[in-house]
């Protein structure tokens, strides 16, 4: 079925650690994005990539990097984790830039202590 | 600054109708979209709109004001599975989405 894919679904980390959340889009889609979502807030959007070898700054991109080395990948780095990035992360996709509806994935529930 | 503005929460009963108001301000405007959020999933889509007027697909409708700012989600012959956030983005003049924090829509029996 072709969709998102992220990993891992949930995950516990200590804080000083460094993690990555996985992406991956099977629909050949150029622009890709990671938001994190907290109670009350909306969808705030981390970094994002228009096409393969760019990416791009968002709203809250202290913290985390991230890396587009081909269409399919969008991997996000926190590397050192702290507990206010504590928060369920969703990937997304989109045909282009400016086209079309976002597709997310499942999300990823992290949890740093 | 830009802003979404949507009510917190809202509750109504199966089978009735329920709208749910987004107004916005923001630089620019390159289309609002709806989405729908069910709790521990990602959002789905739901409509698009980006010339003043309705759009309607089945049961869901989405209205759009460019002039006021203003968009409405309507929701008819309202189910229990209805019950879910539901999402309200625009596209700003940089292409990209801003959002708001979501209506969170209780379905009573």
């Known amino acids: 079925i072709a969709g998102i894919t992220q990993a891992p679904t949930s995950q516990i980390l200590a804080a000083g650690r460094r993690m990555t959340l996985r992406c991956t889009q099977d629909?050949?889609?150029?622009?890709m994005y990671w938001y994190r979502q907290d109670l009350g807030l909306g969808l705030r959007l981390i970094h994002y990539?228009?096409?393969?070898?760019?990416?791009g700054k968002g709203e809250v991109p202290d913290g985390y990097s991230v890396s587009r080395a081909n269409t399919d990948d969008f991997p996000l780095t926190l590397a050192s984790a702290v507990p206010s990035q504590t928060s369920v992360y969703f990937c997304?996709?989109?045909?282009?830039?400016?086209?079309?509806?976002?597709?997310f994935g499942e999300g990823s529930r992290l949890t740093v202590l | 600054g830009q802003n979404i503005d949507q009510p917190t929460e809202m509750t109504a009963t199966e089978g009735a109708i329920v709208q749910i108001n987004c107004t916005y301000q923001?630089?620019?405007?390159?289309?609002l979209f709806w989405y729908q959020q069910h709790a521990g999933e990602a959002p789905t889509f739901l409509s698009y709109n980006v010339l003043d007027g309705l759009e309607e697909k089945g049961r869901f409708s989405s209205f759009l004001s460019r002039s006021k700012g203003y968009s409405y989600l309507l929701l008819k012959e309202l189910q229990m599975k209805d019950s879910a956030s539901y999402l309200c983005a625009v596209r700003d003049s940089n292409y990209q989405l801003i959002w708001g924090a979501g209506t969170k829509l209780i379905i009573k029996p």
């Open positions: 990539s228009n096409t393969a070898g760019t990416t």
């Open positions: 629909m050949r889609h150029n622009a």
């Open positions: 997304a996709s989109s045909p282009g830039a400016s086209t079309g509806e976002l597709f």
């Open positions: 923001t630089s620019g405007f390159n289309g």
